[in-house]
């Protein structure tokens, strides 16, 4: 056995692993916090669907691209960090790792820590302050992942497949009474318009956070 197979992560994650790894890095706290942000942002239906949509388009091609960069280096973990090093230059790829543990990945994650705390909060009725709830839940989960690869999946996929079950149930819910009447007020302002484009680039801002994570597959590609 060589040094770097020696060093190379132990493959015991699937398919359903990383599939649920992947969903969960999207469909976290954001889609259900920022669809109302949304909505206050882009005030009519067709601008709503449309900046979601956009959104969704976005992330596709950046889902894409990397999909790309894992098949050109298939036995690379590490994934942007991996890719940054290779194009450009090792300093490049550390500073980006650096930063995005010290900012991007810790900042994102205390924001959905936040979020389900205040949901939590309001669900049980508990008197702790949302930064609490939000500490333990992120040492809870830390926890857990020092166990190994294997024990966050498993824990990752029972979290994915309830909150796929919260969102069919909250899209049942909306059909079974989608049958009242509802009130919007169109713009009138025109679609090409400063002010309309400046709210899609505003609304954009949330949609961004929600879609975010479509990259976390690269994350544990060496151990698949």
Not at 73 to 102: I, M, N
Not at 133 to 156: D, E, K, P, Y
Not at 162 to 184: D, N, P, Q
Request: with cysteine; aromatic share 10%.
């Amino acid at each position: 056995m060589t040094k770097s197979e020696a060093l190379r992560p132990r493959r015991q994650l699937g398919l359903f692993d990383a599939t649920m790894i992947v969903m969960g890095g999207i469909v976290g706290a954001g889609i259900f916090a920022n669809p109302s942000e949304v909505a206050h942002r882009v005030h009519t239906p067709l601008l709503i669907l449309g900046v979601w949509v956009l959104g969704g388009i976005f992330a596709m091609c950046g889902a894409f691209i990397w999909a790309e960069l894992a098949t050109r280096l298939p036995a690379a973990a590490g994934g942007q960090y991996v890719y940054l090093r290779e194009a450009y230059h090792p300093a490049v790829a550390f500073v980006y790792g650096w930063g995005l543990l010290l900012v991007t990945q810790t900042g994102g994650m205390a924001a959905v820590a936040v979020i389900f705390a205040s949901y939590f909060r309001a669900l049980t009725g508990v008197v702790w302050n949302d930064s609490v709830i939000a500490a333990v839940v992120l040492l809870g989960l830390t926890g857990i992942n020092c166990l190994g690869a294997r024990a966050g999946s498993n824990v990752q996929s029972v979290f994915m497949l309830l909150r796929i079950a919260a969102i069919a149930g909250l899209v049942l819910f909306g059909f079974a009474l989608g049958g009242s009447s509802t009130k919007s007020e169109p713009s009138l302002t025109p679609l090409f318009s400063l002010g309309v484009l400046a709210s899609i680039g505003s609304a954009m801002v949330p949609i961004a956070f929600a879609y975010g994570g479509w990259q976390t597959s690269t994350f544990v590609a060496g151990e698949m």
